[in-house]
């Protein structure tokens, strides 16, 4: 089995980009999609970015979704960061037996 | 609109035994995938089990298997899991899901494992 490694905590100011990753420790990053959830504090998860870089309806383009093979690694990107963006973010794949693996979650501050 | 409303929650001793229900509605039930996620009190998410539409396959975490069972009922569009044999580490809220491009959650159900 594999795990997805993630920053413990990110920081950023209002209007700015912070790019979160997921490392893939074993297979490859593109062998199954990625998917990431924004979980606000108090509150359940909601899908932000699935099948590695596509955005449900609703969600702004300011969310952006990508793989890297070399790093072997998925990153979410938020543009023009503003304050409701405070949440904690997990990335999601599968392996090869159809288990889900999240990443650890990642906690991005605003300040 | 998808809709999940998850009960069932509550607090349980070491060894007992808990049944979660998940009611659906806004989409086509039996179409879909479903999944139960557990947070553990400050923690991250933890994938529990998830049953094929026709609940013909059925997937666990290995920490679970053989205690837990996912089950379904297309008819009353509602995704179950009985706990049985349960421990203080069950304890976490646990989320309905349902499985498709989008996964759509539930707001969850809190199951708590203490004497």
Not at chain 1, 59 to 87: Q, W, Y
Request: hydrophobic share 30%.
């Amino acid at each position: 089995n594999f795990m997805l490694t993630q920053p413990h905590s990110v920081s950023e100011s209002p209007g700015k980009t912070v790019t979160i990753s997921c490392t893939r420790s074993s297979g490859s990053i593109a062998s199954n999609y990625v998917q990431w959830y924004q979980q606000r504090p108090g509150s359940s998860p909601t899908t932000v970015i699935y099948e590695d870089n596509q955005r449900p309806s609703g969600v702004p383009d300011r969310f952006s979704g990508s793989i890297d093979s070399s790093s072997n690694s998925a990153s979410l990107t938020i543009s023009g960061l503003k304050t409701e963006d405070e949440a904690d973010y997990y990335c999601q794949s599968y392996d090869s037996s159809n288990h889900w693996v999240f990443g650890g979650g990642t906690k991005l501050t605003v300040l | 609109e998808v809709q999940l409303v998850e009960s069932g929650g509550g607090l349980v001793q070491p060894g007992g035994s808990l049944r979660l229900s998940c009611a659906a509605s806004g989409f086509t039930f039996s179409s879909y995938w479903m999944s139960w996620v557990r947070q553990a009190p400050g923690k991250g998410l933890e994938w529990v089990a998830n049953i094929k539409q026709d609940g013909s396959e059925k997937y666990y975490v290995d920490s679970v298997k053989g205690r837990f069972t996912i089950s379904r009922d297309n008819a009353k569009n509602s995704l179950y899991l009985q706990m049985n044999s349960l421990r203080a580490e069950d304890t976490a809220v646990y989320y309905c899901a349902r499985e498709g491009l989008v996964l759509y959650w539930g707001q969850g159900t809190l199951v708590t494992v203490s004497s």
